[in-house]
């Protein structure tokens, strides 16, 4: 089995590589980056720098793995970015998955398909509404969701108008060791880190600690693709979530309560969002009752994994 992995280079990437090379060690790994300084999982048998916002480079990949799986991880996934340059993420977003479906008509290939798409679609929603499953209304309320609408419904409709067996994956927040710093747990994990080791002054900088957010780890997350891309039904959307919700502040104490260093919380307005949204939890029995999915991993687990990569790091330097 020929297996690609776009955006190997990535958070997710690497850990979806790790996965596969240890559940599917007979498969051949492929993989995509966009940049040089880039580094994939040992896993990955071929790597190849490319930009699939590029159609004959799209094009060319295509033909020369023709692989049998694809999972499309490639993405600008940071939202405040979004708003900083809203069309370089809609553009890039867009565009890349577009590219790739276009090759697989133009190649007449076939290969089950997981998209990436986001539970940011589903924008701000009441508490009346949670957990959210696949029929909650779309709504996107920054430009990073409003792209993940368009490769959600691309999805679809390649799936509809083509037939090409594509399932879309939507993913709740994902958090792990390996993860940018921009990100709320590393963001505050690599603090801590640099307090430790005496690199920075007791005090860590926080934004809106109050939302609340369904967090899984990456690890059970590309479990969840990989079960999809397997067990998953053509032209189907998934939730993958674990169901309960953690505000930033429950993240934050947990992280402190892994320390034993006294640190005062301080709130840098540069961090806020210029929207938010209070809750999020999602709803992920059809995932479960289509793929026997469910995540493995403790909340407390990940964040003492996402600490201690945080340390090793700052040790390192």
């Known amino acids: 089995m020929r297996i690609l992995i776009t955006g190997a280079g990535g958070f997710v990437g690497r850990h979806l590589a790790n996965h596969l090379g240890s559940s599917q060690p007979t498969a051949t790994l492929y993989g995509t980056t966009l940049f040089p300084e880039e580094t994939v999982s040992p896993a990955i048998d071929i790597a190849r ?7 004959r480079q799209a094009r060319n990949l295509l033909a020369d793995f023709a692989p049998d799986v694809i999972f499309h991880l490639a993405a600008q996934a940071f939202v405040p970015r979004s708003f900083d340059d809203p069309w370089e993420t809609l553009e890039n977003n867009i565009r890349c998955q577009l590219n790739i479906i276009q090759a697989c008509l ?5 290969p089950r398909t997981v998209i990436i798409s986001s539970a940011e679609i589903y924008g701000a929603v ?12 779309i709504r996107p ?18 799936h509809l108008s083509h037939g090409l067996p594509i399932m879309r994956a939507r993913p709740f927040n994902h958090i792990g060791p390996g993860q940018n710093t ?4 590393p963001a505050f994990a690599i603090q801590i880190a640099r307090i ?3 690199r920075q002054e007791p005090f860590i900088y926080v934004g809106n600690l109050e939302a609340k957010r369904d967090f899984t780890d990456v690890r059970d997350i590309v479990r969840a693709y990989t079960l999809i891309a397997e067990k998953g039904a053509p032209g189907e959307a998934y939730n993958v979530a674990s169901g309960r919700a953690s505000s930033a502040r429950q993240i934050l104490n947990s992280l402190l309560g892994l320390t034993d260093i006294e640190i005062e919380v301080r709130v840098d307005q540069a961090r806020l969002r210029p929207v938010d949204i209070p809750e999020i939890r ?4 059809k995932l479960r009752r289509d793929t026997g999915w469910t995540p493995r991993f403790a909340l407390q687990e990940t964040l003492k994994d996402v600490l201690a990569d945080c340390r090793r790091i700052v040790n390192s330097a």
């Not at 133009?106 to 076939?110: A, G």
């Not at 990073?144 to 679809?156: E, G, N, P, T």
């Open 196 to 198: 430790e080791a005496k």
């Open 282 to 285: 999602g709803d992920a029995g």
């Open 106 to 110: 133009e190649l007449d290939l076939r």
């Open 182 to 185: 921009r990100f709320v747990a």
């Open 49 to 55: 720098q490319i930009d699939l916002k590029e159609s």
């Open 141 to 158: 309320a920054n430009p990073y969701s409003v792209s993940k609408v368009a490769q959600d419904m691309l999805a679809l409709q390649f």
């Open 126 to 137: 009441s508490p009346a509404q949670l957990p959210l499953d696949e029929r909650t209304e």
